[in-house]
């Protein structure tokens, strides 16, 4: 059961500031009308008056102006949070991709599902060239031949290969 109080506060917060106006404004009503409160501010914003702030047509007041700063300055942390996230992720790739070719490289065993993914595709890539050569392996590195090795491909048995020219997969 919904506490009596906070369901009273909820329809407070929504006489000063309706719904429609707080996604207007991209806030939160109980940010929009507490920032109120403590303005003194007692008038129902309208949707008007948000869109005009929104756009600076006209000048905000300064709780609001207080909100929009809040608000932009969460932004940038969130995307600053989630840019620094995928740089790691890329950068954690990378050292993958590194000690795989290593250990392809050296024949030594592959596990974990993130290494395994990369070394089939080493693999996959190995087979597309083999496929284009038409079987020549002049065309092909040390580690395109070690990816193939790792995945059971033999360049001069082509009953081991898992792709066929044009596309087809075995």
Request: aromatic share 6%.
């Amino acid at each position: 059961m919904r506490d009596p109080k906070k369901v009273a506060q909820g329809k407070a917060d929504r006489a000063l500031c309706p719904i429609p106006v707080a996604e207007t404004l991209q806030l939160r009503v109980r940010q929009v009308a507490a920032a109120m409160r403590a303005a003194g501010v007692t008038e129902q914003v309208t949707v008007r008056q948000a869109r005009a702030w929104k756009s600076l047509a006209e000048e905000p007041p300064a709780w609001m102006l207080a909100l929009m700063a809040q608000s932009t300055v969460k932004a940038a942390r969130r995307q600053a949070r989630n840019q620094r996230r995928n740089i790691e992720d890329e950068h954690q790739m990378l050292l993958q991709a590194a000690d795989v070719e290593q250990r392809l490289l050296s024949s030594r065993a592959i596990g974990g599902h993130d290494r395994e993914f990369i070394a089939s595709d080493y693999a996959f890539r190995a087979m597309k060239d083999l496929v284009r050569a038409d079987g020549d392996v002049s065309y092909l590195n040390d580690l395109d031949l070690a990816a193939l090795r790792w995945a059971g491909v033999l360049p001069a048995d082509r009953s081991t290969w898992f792709l066929r020219a044009g596309g087809d997969v075995r």
